[in-house]
């Protein structure tokens, strides 16, 4: 249990540095939970891979292309559930954004499932954002 979990942590979290949308679908389970943190126009639980995607998309346009995954710091692994803590960076007029966060993610039948995420500095988050 605990290879495929890591496998496919792993996956994921290359094709969301590669911006791999095709195996970014594969990876992530049609209904999946997804809780993002925060008081900010993209807080709060996506009940898909369509509204993750969405949420993306927004982080995307509010940040002008500039959001990347800039370093995978580690990633643990107890069963289904893999642990990882990642660094993003953006910037947006006016803002930047350079923070960690850990991201606890649930695998089950080769897809990640639920999605729960952590944030260094929430703060920064909210006010980078915003509503």
Request: charged content about 20%; aromatic content about 8%; glycine content about 8%.
């Amino acid at each position: 249990m605990e290879n495929q979990t890591l496998s496919v942590v792993k996956a994921f979290v290359t094709a969301v540095q590669q911006v791999d949308l095709e195996k970014l679908g594969a990876l992530l389970h049609p209904e999946i939970q997804w809780h993002q943190p925060g008081n900010n126009r993209f807080s709060g639980t996506k009940n898909s891979s369509g509204e993750v995607f969405q949420m993306v998309g927004g982080m995307f346009e509010v940040s002008a292309n500039t959001m990347t995954l800039s370093d995978v710091k580690s990633i643990t692994v107890n069963g289904d559930q893999a642990a990882v803590v990642l660094n993003w960076k953006a910037s947006r007029p006016g803002a930047t954004l350079d923070t960690d966060n850990v991201d606890v993610y649930t695998v089950k039948d080769g897809q990640i499932v639920a999605a729960k995420v952590y944030a260094a500095d929430l703060a920064h988050e909210d006010q980078f954002w915003g509503n």
